[in-house]
């Protein structure tokens, strides 16, 4: 078997102990095609920012979770082209739903995986998660557990009702499991709409949404238990409304789109939150990029001439968010 060493992946330890020592938080994009796969890349070599690439469920069974793996390899080799001297790219098995799934990653090369046991009642979790770091540990892979449920539609993850993770389990919990870091809920939601209008205010002069603030005590909390441990954020996008705005100017219909305020996750990112999920931000990206060529250029139909817009748009969102948000820029030379 190949270890994902030789491959240049690297696990998310030292990557976590430094990012809590020095206060930032590292990225983890998700991707399913090679324009944002093209995009994470570029903007994580030019800010040298240490990176996670995300797989999910869904993204194994949009793009085959084969082809997903050798683009990490090749994202690696093009890290390098791009005079990224020593890149830190880490890829990892997003939601892992089973032992069998986090298995055949492992297997294959990833350097990381979730297993997200967090529906099952406590002791099942546990049961799960330690069999999943048991195995993966034996080749130095790492792993990242939930506790708590975060509300939202992740692919084939969906919760109607957000449950705060309880800070007096989580000693117990990563003891008893031997995980690597644990994914907390503290009122981060998967999903574009992570709050519905009823649970916001609104901002009197724009009329925008102001979704109700995270749960910062119920973290405070969690670090108290866990020193120095390494906490993940999902469900962590902002849903930057000059993207919602531009697919609604150009015929789409996202009303009342809304997510995490920046100034939120970077206070969180100086914390013991050492990896922030962004997904759905890149997705608005690209839909909002894509819709104004098609209404600007209705004759255009070479992909490369909407994909391509699409992908400059994300690198441009990636970059916002390593140097302006996560403050991981410059911490992998
Ligand atoms: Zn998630």
Known sequence: MVSYKDLGLVNTREMFAKAIKGGYAIPAFNFNNMEQLQAIIKAS????SPVIL???????NYANQTLLRYMAQGAVEYAKELGWEHPQICLHLDHGDSF?????????????????????????N????????EYAHK????????????????????????????????????????CDSLAISIGTSHGAYKFTPEQCTRDPKTGRLVPPPLAFDVLDAIMEQLPGFPIVLHGSSSVPQEYVDMINKYGG????AVGIPEEQLRKAAKSAVCKINIDSDSRLAFT???RKVFAEKPGEFDPRKYCGPARDLMEELYKHKIINVLGSNGKAE
Do not use: N, W
């Open 253 to 256: 219909k996202l009303p009342d």
């Open 139 to 178: 080749y130095d892979v790492t792993v990242e557990a939930e506790l708590g449920v975060l509300a939202g539609v992740e692919d084939e993850v969906s919760s109607a009702v957000s449950h705060y993770t309880k800070p007096e389990e989580v000693v117990d919990f990563a003891t008893r499991t031997g």
């Open 54 to 60: 995300q797989v999910s469920k869904g993204a194994r």
């Open 288 to 290: 909002a990029a894509v």
């Open 100 to 124: 069998e799934l986090c298995k055949s990653c492992v297997d294959f090369d990833f350097s990381s995986v979730m297993i997200d046991a967090s529906s099952l009642p406590y002791e099942e």
């Open 126 to 133: 546990i049961a799960l998660t330690k069999k999943v770091v």
């Open 45 to 48: 070599a030019e800010t040298k």
